[in-house]
């Protein structure tokens, strides 16, 4: 017997509730009456989207009616899990708009402390008592400038945001963190998304991140400490936690923290990179990109940007008209520029691009000349109407050669906003750009799981009924230039 699907339930509870008979809404929504029996018994699965547009129109379902129709239609087509993930990866993509703006506000003058305020070792019991200990070491640790040692998973949320707070006024605290990831992302499918949630949003706070994963759980690396699997470990203290956090014992014994230091960095050897950060003004993101370019072969690579995504169709006399004169350290900027856009420009001509764009940015662009994806400092000045259709151009010209791929996006569809770009290779790595105010940096992954999620949301969004396809973007580009250009 054939269990009923999500789609199924969902298309009898609507029929029953509407009075509708199943040969009166079939002849309406011009389907076999045999076919639309076998869909709403679960017998067979219902693919055509077209039918399903005609059953809910005949239905006269409510906006919140259609959206659970349709959420059921994609459960029942790619899966729950899949759906799941696919919901969450959205959820992490719209929460960048605002991630440096959600700052919880912390007293932290009261978490300064004398070293008489804690005892040698001491039993700690309670939440509110937990965290105020917690809270006293990381602050002391970071004010001393020492290092910060985490083996604790990132739902520690008055941990994490007592660091990002402290951090604004300490930043050269280094903040070595390392979490646990479940092999099989989960019951749901996104435990790990979760995961990775957090440690974006902390590594826009943190100056100086460095998370590490393992995969299993964090009992299963401490031997006989089961009952406290948690560590905090900075050099003048020791703080081992339970799961709940309602208890702890803080240690303070030279010889138990150098212990507990050895057993961190024995793990942390065991380790795998959660995410690399690259601060691209400190270190010349145009010279981090020739290095990037090393590792890439741009094979099958998604990207979601705003505006053009045109880096690699520049060349050296608009890099040397428009970058800012007064970046430091700007000759060497520019002569790595010229050199990594024109090294971009080849090695993605022998890979396949897709590019994402938001409509209303890149019609923005055409129309000032302003690259809002980038820092202000970056650019002097707007680029001129000629050199706008100069970047134009040559796009089209890529798009018609065929390796490069572009799906111009609804502004209210698109997601994702100017402060960041996503570039992901299948299977190899996933970088996101963020630029806000005097920052710019490279965020990098290459854990499988998050790879895997994100690029299948990219192709979702590549391959749906809201991105318009190379034809139609490349026409809408043109009309653009018609109406702002010439």
Same mark, same amino acid.
């Given at each position: %017997? ?110 300064? %402390? ?27 640790? %970071? ?14 949320? +008055? ?51 460095e998370p590490r994963y393992y995969y299993g759980r964090a009992r299963e690396h401490y031997g006989v400490m ?40 024995? %793990? ?96 923005? +662009? ?121």
């Amino acid at each position: %017997m054939r269990i009923m699907s999500v789609l199924s339930e969902k298309l009898k509870y609507y029929i029953d509730r509407k009075g509708q008979n199943i040969a009166g809404l079939a002849k309406k929504s011009k389907i076999e009456r045999s076919t639309l029996y076998q869909y709403i018994k679960g017998k067979r699965p219902l693919q055509n989207r077209v039918q399903l547009e005609a059953i809910m129109s005949e239905l006269h379902l409510t906006p919140d009616e259609r959206a659970e129709m349709l959420d059921a239609y994609e459960i029942s087509r790619i899966g729950e899990i899949n759906y799941n993930r696919r919901r969450k990866v959205r959820k992490i993509i719209e929460s960048l708009l605002t991630v440096e703006e959600v700052r919880h506000v912390f007293p932290t003058e009261e978490y300064k %402390m004398d070293r008489k305020d804690l005892g040698e070792n001491m039993i700690i019991q309670g939440e509110l008592e937990v965290n105020r200990a917690v809270g006293r070491i990381i602050h002391d640790a %970071m004010a001393k400038g020492g290092n910060l040692n985490l083996l604790i998973q990132p739902d520690y949320d +008055f941990l994490m945001e007592l660091i990002m707070a402290i951090n604004d006024e300490y930043p050269d605290t280094k903040v070595k963190h390392i979490i646990c990831l479940e092999a099989d992302s989960g019951q749901d499918g996104c435990s790990n998304l979760e995961n990775f949630q957090k440690i974006m949003r902390y590594g826009i706070g943190i100056s100086k991140y460095e998370p590490r994963y393992y995969y299993g759980r964090a009992r299963e690396h401490y031997g006989v400490m089961t009952v406290l699997p948690y560590l905090i470990v900075t050099d003048r203290y020791a703080v081992l936690i339970s799961s709940d956090r309602k208890a702890a014992v803080l240690q303070s014994n030279e010889d138990i923290i150098r212990y507990l230091k050895e057993l961190f960095d024995r %793990m942390s050897q065991d380790s795998f990179s959660f995410m690399t950060t690259i601060d691209g003004i400190r270190k010349n993101q145009a010279a981090w990109g020739l290095e990037y370019i090393e590792m890439t072969d741009f094979s099958n690579v998604l990207e979601m940007c705003s505006g053009l995504c045109s880096i690699q169709f520049w060349d050296e006399r608009l890099i040397n008209k428009y970058i800012n004169r007064n970046i430091p350290g700007y000759e060497k900027l520019a002569k790595d520029y010229t050199t990594y856009a024109k090294l971009l420009y080849n090695v993605k001509k022998q890979g396949k691009i897709t590019v994402l764009m938001n409509a209303a940015s890149v019609e923005e +662009f055409i129309r000032s000349g302003v690259f809002r994806e980038y820092p202000e400092i970056f650019f002097s000045k707007p680029l001129s109407p000629a050199d706008r259709r100069v970047l134009i151009e040559r796009i089209l010209t890529a798009v018609e050669e065929g390796w490069y791929h572009i799906r111009i996006i609804p502004n209210e569809e698109f997601l994702l906003g100017d402060r960041w770009e996503i570039l992901i290779q299948e299977d190899t790595h996933l970088l996101l750009q963020y630029s806000f105010k005097d920052q710019f940096k490279v965020f990098i992954f290459d854990e499988a799981d998050i790879l895997e999620a994100m690029y299948d949301f990219l192709k979702s969004l590549a391959d749906g009924e809201n991105a318009l396809d190379d034809l139609h973007s490349m026409a809408l580009l043109k009309k653009w230039v018609q109406e702002y250009l010439l």
